[in-house]
């Protein structure tokens, strides 16, 4: 009790750490639900990778045309946003548009992203060693780090992200849940889907260079998958894995705070936890249930 009054006194030094961290564990979700949604749940495992690969190869690139890094320069977090952003959006609306081709091989199409980011992510930096090491600490995402601007960006983005989220949530359940029914309503399929991914993108990008693959894998899905187990409608689907994922993000900046671990592990081993406790509660209330009296 007496960490969590220390970090949320007004004070407190890593208060913009903490606040990221809640954004991510917050906005993630939000996307994550339409991937549990349209059963591609590998997606939120192959996209930060491929965020991840962005980033080595902007670095490669600035490496190979201006020369090389200047580490703390601004520039060189606008950069790596930007191979993150171009990479993880390129990578998205590809794999929208072959999945309207066929979905038999969707899975099979987003473990090769996976594969293939995950390979050209090792070739970029293992072909820029001089500033390798500023490499692996952009793709690691650095929460502790963050900044009043920084954090005032972020927030800014992903902000918008949820308000129009939450603005056209009908229109983006309706495709993805039902799409034959949207079309016999009128609906644009193809824009919605476009839009969708887009804001997918955005979110993943945003949330890799900030807080590290791993951290925005683990609230693209923990948070939701939980929130699936407890609630039957959409949106208390959306809103509790929101709420799910910020609080578990808070619990774990405080467990990572007050025992002296690193803040994204610490983040996704309690979101994973809570998933683990909530699932083995259902499964015994059915067996219970279940069981002849």
């Not at 807080?211 to 609630?231: H, K, M, S, W």
Request: hydrophobic share 60%.
């Amino acid at each position: 009790m007496s960490t969590v009054l220390e970090v949320l006194r007004p004070g407190f030094l890593l208060r913009d750490a903490m606040v990221a961290s809640i954004l991510v564990g917050v906005v993630c979700p939000l996307v994550g639900v339409y991937f549990v949604l349209r059963r591609m749940i590998f997606l939120g495992v192959a996209l930060p990778q491929l965020s991840a690969a962005g980033i080595a190869f902007a670095m490669l690139m600035h490496r190979t045309l201006i020369g090389p890094h200047l580490h703390g320069r601004t520039s060189d977090a606008m950069l790596a946003q930007l191979g993150a952003l171009a990479f993880t959006l390129g990578g998205i609306l590809a794999l929208a548009a072959l999945e309207r081709r066929g979905r038999e091989i969707v899975e099979a199409r987003i473990g090769m992203v996976y594969a293939i980011a995950g390979a050209l992510t090792i070739l970029f930096i293992a072909a820029d060693p001089w500033g390798e090491a500023h490499i692996v600490n952009l793709l690691k995402g650095d929460l502790l780090a963050a900044t009043e601007s920084s954090l005032a960006f972020l927030a800014a983005v992903l902000g918008v992200v949820v308000v129009v989220l939450l603005a056209f949530q009908k229109e983006f359940l309706l495709v993805s849940f039902d799409r034959d029914l949207a079309v016999v309503f009128g609906k644009a399929t193809t824009t919605w889907d476009t839009v969708l991914y887009v804001l997918c993108g955005i979110t993943i990008s945003f949330g890799v260079l900030a807080a590290g693959p791993l951290v925005t894998f683990g609230f693209l899905l923990a948070p939701p998958l939980t929130a699936r187990l407890i609630t039957g409608r959409m949106l208390t689907f959306s809103i509790a894995s929101a709420a799910i994922g910020g609080l578990t993000a808070f619990v774990g900046f405080c467990a990572a705070y007050r025992y002296d671990m690193p803040l994204g592990p610490a983040e996704v081993a309690v979101s994973s936890a809570v998933f683990l406790a909530v699932a083995g509660a259902t499964r015994l209330r059915r067996a219970l249930r279940l069981r002849p009296a």
